[in-house]
């Protein structure tokens, strides 16, 4: 576990940010009149991280709705020989031993490494950066150290995350009389939903509210849909002793809600073929079922431009094991020979992807 600061914070734009908003204030007032604020004016001074911790602790932050986060894939990476980052719990070392084992095994068999990576422990061990503001870095600090008190095995782990981060606020030159000024921030939504849980959706009045049970790894892509709200009893699983014994395929209860055209834009982006449709498909068709969009009618690339083709390409260069999405070869003139297209149709297949869709763009692919 470890925090690197990958940028100097400018902690004078939050002084000249409070000054523009208050023109009868002392001009000569400097960021150690306003470090000591919570209040916006701390968010104009950003901080970029760089972070290897556990997932938990990754998804603790991109659970806070304002994070900015660009993580390690590990759709691609060699994952096979993961690390654990630094338990020293029986439980989770042999947990990690056995799915280790039975990702090897998946991977031997020709399962796609899509597939065989939701094995990965959460507390194995990740690589992210982040980008946080002055305000929301203290708001964290002080969050984990709330979290190291709430009981559970991940207790003193917490606290050495908070001491981290409390750390990085000591280069920043931010002292503990700072940091005391700042509440407690409620990151995580505590929703047991225990004894009441039942798979629904439903609209009323443009409001869409789904209820399911879905797992962690679809969870951690929910989140980062900012325009969806969300309520989980994920704090319940990291502050109990299942998380020792929880990898990505770890089952949550998860009720979301929004407005129509905030789930056309979930419809959109996850009906796409980078994204991994197969775990979306059951989650895409309660929406679906509730909405008046139809995901193929409003792929991210219907403007005729895809704004992730810096990854497509990498798979038609082949340094991304999956096939080439065959809107973006069809849409850039792209040759592709009758290996990749058979590669193309046997994903339709086993995404379950629909065929009435792709195998006509497929069907069309020059060679």
Not at 77 to 98: C, P, R, V, Y
Not at 105 to 110: E, H
């Amino acid at each position: 576990m470890k925090i690197k600061i990958m940028n100097r914070m400018d902690l004078t734009q939050n002084s000249e940010a409070w000054i523009n908003s208050r023109p009868q204030a002392d001009k000569r007032t400097t960021y150690r009149d306003i470090v000591e604020l919570d209040l916006p004016t701390n968010e104009f001074a950003n901080v970029n991280l760089f972070i290897e911790s556990s997932i938990v602790e990754r998804e603790i932050i991109s659970t806070m709705r304002n994070h900015v986060m660009w993580a390690q894939t590990s759709r691609v990476e060699k994952i096979l020989g993961f690390e654990m980052d630094h338990t020293t719990h029986t439980e989770s070392q042999t947990f990690a031993i056995n799915q280790k084992s039975k990702m090897k095994r998946m991977a031997a068999d020709g399962v796609r490494q899509d597939e065989f990576r939701l094995g990965l422990p959460l507390l194995a061990r990740t690589k992210y950066s982040i980008s946080v503001s002055f305000r929301t870095l203290v708001k964290l600090h002080k969050y984990f150290l709330w979290l190291s008190i709430q009981g559970g095995p991940l207790s003193q782990r917490f606290r050495v995350f908070a001491k981290h981060l409390f750390d990085v606020l000591v280069e920043l030159r931010i002292t503990h009389n700072d940091i005391e000024k700042y509440k407690t921030p409620v990151i995580l939504s505590v929703d047991r939903l225990a004894g009441s849980y039942k798979a629904a959706s439903s609209n009323s009045s443009g409001i869409i509210t789904v209820t399911d049970k879905l797992p962690i790894h679809l969870r951690a892509q929910l989140v980062r849909h900012r325009g969806i709200g969300i309520r989980d009893n994920f704090f319940d699983l990291i502050t109990s002793n299942r998380v020792l014994e929880s990898s990505l395929e770890t089952v949550l209860n998860v009720t979301t809600y929004g407005t129509e055209s905030d789930f056309a834009e979930v419809l959109s982006k996850r009906t796409c073929w980078v994204a991994h449709y197969k775990i979306w498909k059951g989650y895409l068709a309660m929406i679906e079922r509730q909405s008046k969009d139809d995901g193929n009618k409003n792929l991210p690339c219907e403007m005729g431009s895809c704004p992730f083709a810096a990854d497509v390409m990498l798979r038609y260069e082949g340094k991304d094991p999956n096939p080439t999405c065959p809107r973006f070869a069809l849409l850039n003139d792209l040759p592709v020979n009758e290996t990749e297209k058979l590669k193309m149709s046997a994903m339709v297949t086993s995404d379950n992807r629909p065929a009435q869709f792709w195998s006509p763009i497929i069907e069309k692919l020059r060679s």
